[in-house]
């Protein structure tokens, strides 16, 4: 893979120095030209050789206008990182629309050195890669411009180039510990960075294998991609090319079909519960749930629990009977309003990624990311490849929760439209209830069935083992409460004695 | 001070419910109100009574709209929280504009406990008060809304009511061992609270004292009072009571005279270098600079460095020969260009807040928040009693960083007028420096005078022992890059042996 990598390709300072004038201005027009387009770019620099990468990125930020550009260069996991899944870090750093973000020692580093030095079996290996390419492509499909450099350098040549800059009396500190190390299991290396490579080339994110002996070769070599990279896409526009890959690249999509009998009907909702038992039982389970909660705070077992549900199906009053219970200092709602336009220019996961819980912390969803596949696709707000392609970004999402160790307890709250249009003519006649009612909640109303398709995809495509779906029959409220607070506090309950096989891949 | 909320108020169950549905209504429409205005709300609830905390809390969850509310409850510090200076915590989850923040268990309660249990003396205390005065002035000065709620609650009352609790077989979980050990030191919890509240009840944020015994009287009055506050605010507008306030509040501003010598008139722009000493030293100190940062990130030793300079001074050069130097996995480069809209509806100096450095690692600012005592006061972008009292908040920032044993590095790279045309026109020649150079920077050059002005005042006004400004004279590049090396070198390797007063300062 890297033999075309190793050719001694060299440019003579003359020939550099006669390109380099037209090429920066190129660059800087491009990136002005990006600065009001709506995708950010992604460079991501990997290879062996610390030297050359810590001199691409100088050249970078050389030549590019560093206000519309940041370096990431990750390092030891902070506390707060670690306490997240491992693409935490990441998200938090990714460019907004418009800007540049170069990243090293980034996604690839961690598994390539747990792979070189045995840390973890070709299985696992291959799993992150799995992952990985699901990141950059769900980052590329919502429109980001990824663009993925290896410098390749043969063993000799770094063996020399250490030689020469050990014995230099003050370039010396260039040359770390570490660095020899991975010399010395180069063709390990070489393994791994192949079997990266190959697994996560793909035509939509696709690998640069750059020469990097000669600095001069290789920075305009990069530079020059980078240029076209931009200004193609620039040329192309946002929404040409994501277009023709979803198609090819997406399952395809079942449409439900219509008038037929959804998850939704299997639901008993006449049940009911005195006020009585409610509160007796009321107290009991929050009083259980409050034990719980510090007992998953001590065992670093974060929880994600999410709400969605009907226009007036409860989940305010559901969420403040668990608000009670756990304590505010290791748990916290987040209501979902309008995005921020620092949201927006992000992809629409960016901001539930945002608050994903510390370790043994609860963050309670009101409204999450299924917006994308309810409301954003009945009304339209979301293109049909968007939200059809975002089932499989969802589960993606919920499954690196959980691998990580968080659990994940998401509830449908269920009403009928008798008892919803009762609850709406019952708040138009409390005043302090009046405003939870606008026109927008009578015209969902008209939209029933559309909704109900929508609700009836999202739990069949995203009711996974990890994360299953918990429909909550919400005609009584009273009843929905404690369904609500039974059902976490069994999961969690649960998922504080794993058992065997739980325990391993909760490690992974 | 507690004698008025000892009185034994009460609210009947009837009055209670009859004032209410007016009250709730009145709240929202407020609250909605509040989302279209342009300053935020920050709800502080502090007191011994954990119980009444919580519940005051769930109440107003459940009386808001959540969409436009947070409420933060502050436990245990996160490694990255202690990384930060103290208030980082704090400053990461303030409210953006028309928002609503609850507050519980933040910057009062640290400081309570401590006193209460004998972990800091007076004087630390006190001090601590008196930065907690600033912060809040600080951010009320810039249009945010603080409403401070004092729950009181008299010994013998507790006492009842922990009875109570834990004589209840499903609700002893509220009472915890920490909040037993408080009551047992209640006369030294009420000395501290009494200082606490004198010495932070200013008419800008005052604080109310809540007798909280009777929920209903507790609930009620806080409501009412918070709905008072925001209408009347929202009606006499944003501006007019600062406005008043800043006059009565800040230092007459000494306005400098014109045609006077600046501190800059006194350095000698002549000193050249020769290309072949630049090299040589260049690498000497890079190579140490090198050595340096590493061993500040072993010693968790933080360093932030500032880059102001004349257009064309040379900051970009300047900071990517310490780039060169820093390895990028502990540094970053914050390059200031135009806010996000985030960042627009906080306070100034949150974008700033956000980029301060873990332990150990370096951040480079270039350009800063002295943007706002130099081109936002030269360009009329801050009004005058805006910047006029940053200089007080810039040095009240840059203590809290040095107190927490962040080094602050801050350099004005000075060239003169023809220098700058100088360069100006040369930039012109270049195809890719041309974008440099805009007609902004023309104007620029047109009001020299009165940015000289402005350089003057704050050096004058922010160069402090703490954290002095190092004017470079930058005439030759290749001097100046070679003195901001040596300064920073210098003053983190200072930093690195610090005489005993210093250790003492920097840990408390």
Redesign the interface.
Known sequence: MFEAAELGRKISKEDYEKA???L??K???AQ?ALTSADFPVIIIIEGVDNVSK?EV??TL???L?????S?H????K???EA?RPRFWRYWRTLP?KGRIAVM??AWYSGSLIQGVFGQIDDTSFDRHMKRIHLLENTLAMNGALILKYWLHISKSEQTKRFKKLEKHP??R?QVSKHDKKLLESYSQYKKFAERAIRLTDYAITPWQIIEAENARYRHLTIAQHLLSSISQRLKSGPVQPLKALTQADIEPFLEAPDNVLTVLDGLDLSTDISKTTYQKEL??LQ?KL??LSWKAYHQKRSVVVVFEGWDAAGK?GAI?RI??AV????S??I???AP???EKSHHYLWRFWRHIP?AGHVTIY?RSWYGRVLVERVEGFAKDFEWQRAYREINDFEEQLCEHGILVVKFWLHIDPDEQLRRFKEREH???K??KITDEDWRNRDKWSAYEAAVNDMVIRTSTDYAPWNLVPANSKRYARLCVLKTLCEQLEASLTPPEDRKKSSNS
Chains 1, 2 share one sequence.
């Open positions: 380099l004038p037209r920066r201005k660059l800087l027009e002005f810590g990125i100088n930020n050389e030549w206008d560093t206000r519309g550009l370096v260069a990750f390092g030891a902070s506390d707060e306490e907004s090293t020692g003050v370039q500190w107290v009991k009083q409050n034990q305010g403040r608000t009670q304590d505010a200092r290791i916290q709602v209501s979902i309003a921020t336009d620092e510390r009101d409390i005043p302090y009046r405003h």
